[in-house]
């Protein structure tokens, strides 16, 4: 990838014109393209997901630190996982701003390599342990229903 694209202002760019280059009118909130493709059925989530992901490409390629690019790629899997319901998960992009969140996390650690290495283990400690309850509370409520069926 050449220098010119992965520039700080492009990637700067890169992060408005996906999460905040239009603002509605009277108000102070702003959204971007992520938002309106995802309006797209079936593949608008996923577009965008890949145009997030030219962020975290360029941290990579800068040598960001794993568990720094970790939290990125969760930025993004989480916007795109929660972006695909319908309305809420539209409202979702608009607040999350993976994107943005993505490119102050680049910039970060080109300020300060490593020196916050311990936020992002915690950000990530509690995505995990929401994946596990989003996934464990259904199913055990699946067991309960069960057993007191068969008792």
């Known amino acids: 990838m050449s220098p010119e694209i992965t520039s700080n202002e492009h990637l700067d760019y890169v992060a408005a014109l996906l999460d ?7 108000t102070q909130i702003r959204f971007g393209l992520d938002a309106l493709i995802g309006w797209v059925p079936g ?5 965008a997901a890949i145009a997030s992901f030219l962020i975290v490409f360029a941290a990579w390629c800068r040598g960001v630190q794993g568990v720094t690019l970790v939290r990125m790629i969760a930025n993004v899997v989480l916007e795109t996982a ?3 319901i319908p ?3 539209d409202m979702f992009h608009v607040f999350w701003k993976a994107n943005r969140r993505n490119y102050r996390l680049l910039i970060r650690e ?3 390599p490593g020196a916050n290495t311990r936020r ?9 342990f929401a994946a596990i309850a989003a996934a464990g ?11 007191s069926q068969l008792n």
């Open 20 to 26: 905040d280059i239009f603002r509605i009118p009277g």
């Open 120 to 128: 992002d283990w915690m950000f990530l400690g509690i995505i995990l």
């Open 43 to 47: 593949i608008g989530d996923a577009m």
């Open 137 to 147: 509370i259904p199913i055990g409520i699946v067991i309960w229903i069960v057993r």
């Open 82 to 84: 929660l972006g695909a």
């Open 110 to 112: 080109r300020e300060q």
């Open 87 to 89: 309305v809420a998960g």
